[in-house]
């Protein structure tokens, strides 16, 4: 069973020569043509027919076209003004389902979308993926799962745990709103044109942690700003007084001679909790 109609380099090439297109790297378009990845992320994402789904980057809608029969809508964020019509054409089935925004999803994201989504499952540009990510969880609160594919690398910082070479502010900042239940490697070979980095699919459910103050992104900031220092160094050069630190560190039990990364995110917020 095919998943999606396009998802092969037959199709795509005959879509993008019909419209005379080309792919722009500048927007980070590496077109998928590998319907087993479609699948894999349909399966990751659990579909329901009330969902409401939110896509970034959709191309020529190669995964447009598999999520449209098996949801209630999807909202589909395209900053490329020259895939409008082609959409409107390779989605022309489903078309009542789809709700197409043209713009940059960093400032679309959350105002823009005309309605609150339930999951976010894109194949995304890989300039702005981490940043997508962070914001999506951020500031879209009705998400509750993301399926995204990443740049591997990004995968990597999105995964790791406290303590690894990848693991940094970013992990931390996302964990505290969500945390990763599925994961899978995509090939360069999976694409047209074949990128020159690996590529991974990561599932996120909105899992938050208690009692997050709000400070805490701040907090986790300043810990990593200076990454080669001690915690408490590191945030003394981002402007957290010396006193206050010393008692917050006394009552989290966090060793002021520490580097940041071998906190966990659930002590970051401890940490925020005890600075005020």
């Known amino acids: 069973m095919a998943y999606s109609k396009l998802a092969n380099l037959r199709e795509t090439h005959a879509v993008l020569e019909h419209f005379g297109l080309a792919t722009k790297h500048r927007l980070g378009q590496n077109f998928l043509v590998d319907d087993s990845v479609i699948g894999h992320i349909l399966e990751l994402a659990e579909l329901d027919p009330a969902d409401a789904v939110l896509e970034v980057g959709p191309g020529i809608g190669t995964l447009t076209v598999a999520m449209l029969p098996r949801v209630g809508a999807v909202c589909a964020v395209e900053a490329d003004r020259q895939l409008e019509p082609v959409l409107g054409e390779t989605c022309a089935q489903d078309s009542d389902r789809l709700r197409l925004v043209m713009g940059d999803a960093l400032k679309v994201i959350p105002d823009g979308l005309p309605f609150a989504p339930g999951k976010f499952v894109s194949n995304l540009p890989y300039q702005v ?38 693991y940094g502010a970013y992990t931390a900042k996302l964990a505290l709103l969500g945390r990763v239940t599925g994961r899978f490697e995509v090939g360069p070979g999976s694409f047209s044109p074949p990128p020159h980095v690996n590529s991974a699919v990561v599932r996120i459910d909105r899992a938050p942690l208690e009692g997050v103050p709000a400070t805490a992104p701040a907090v986790i900031d300043a810990a990593f700003a200076q990454r080669r220092k001690t915690i408490r160094n590191s945030m003394v050069a981002s402007g957290y007084e010396r006193d206050a630190l010393a008692a917050a560190f006394a009552t989290c039990g966090i060793a002021p001679g520490v580097r940041a990364e ?6 970051f917020v401890r940490l925020a909790g005890a600075l005020g």
Do not use: H, Y
Request: hydrophobic letters at 50%; one cysteine or more.
């Open 129 to 166: 993926a981490a940043t997508l990510v962070l914001k999506v969880f951020s500031e879209v609160p009705s998400v509750q799962r993301a399926v995204v594919m990443v740049q591997a690398e990004v995968a990597e910082r999105i995964c790791a745990a406290p303590g690894s070479k990848a």
């Open 262 to 267: 071998t906190l966990s995110p659930a002590d």
